[in-house]
């Protein structure tokens, strides 16, 4: 059984920076797209950034040149470095793994439907 356990959430102010860490544990197959969506009270989940096995990663516009998203195979670790935070960027921050395809697609790696395996999740808090 896949389980995936997020860290790394807390309160920072505009301008500073939180490193998130999602270790999986369980059957990970060798091929995968993993990464990271945040869900805002009262708006739709969204996608923010993924990583397949090939190293592509993918990014939500609203994060590039701020959020740098990395992983570790030797530790089944994925992370999320998360710099020049603003409020906007205030949610709960989940990690979420597909499986079913071995790689991420630019046609579908933001559509939450689309992953197996999800975390709790955890929070992120950015005030002005």
């Known amino acids: 059984r896949v389980r995936l356990v997020e860290s790394g959430g807390g309160s920072v102010e505009a301008g500073g920076s939180l490193r998130l860490s999602c270790a999986a544990s369980?059957?990970?197959?060798?091929?995968?797209?993993m990464g990271w969506f945040r869900q805002a009270p009262g708006k739709e989940r969204e996608g923010v950034a993924i990583i397949d096995t090939t190293g592509v990663t993918m990014y939500v516009n609203s994060v590039k040149d701020r959020f740098t998203i990395s992983q570790d195979n030797a530790k089944n670790t994925l992370h999320l470095q998360m710099n020049r935070l603003k409020p906007e960027d205030t949610a709960m921050y989940y990690c979420?793994?597909?499986?079913?395809?071995?790689?991420?697609?630019?046609?579908?790696?933001?559509?939450?439907?689309?992953?197996?395996?999800w975390g709790q999740g955890t929070q992120v808090t950015v005030s002005s």
């Open positions: 979420a793994a597909d499986f079913a395809y071995g790689y991420c697609s630019v046609s579908w790696w933001h559509k939450a439907y689309e992953y197996n395996y």
């Open positions: 369980g059957y990970i197959p060798s091929t995968y797209c």
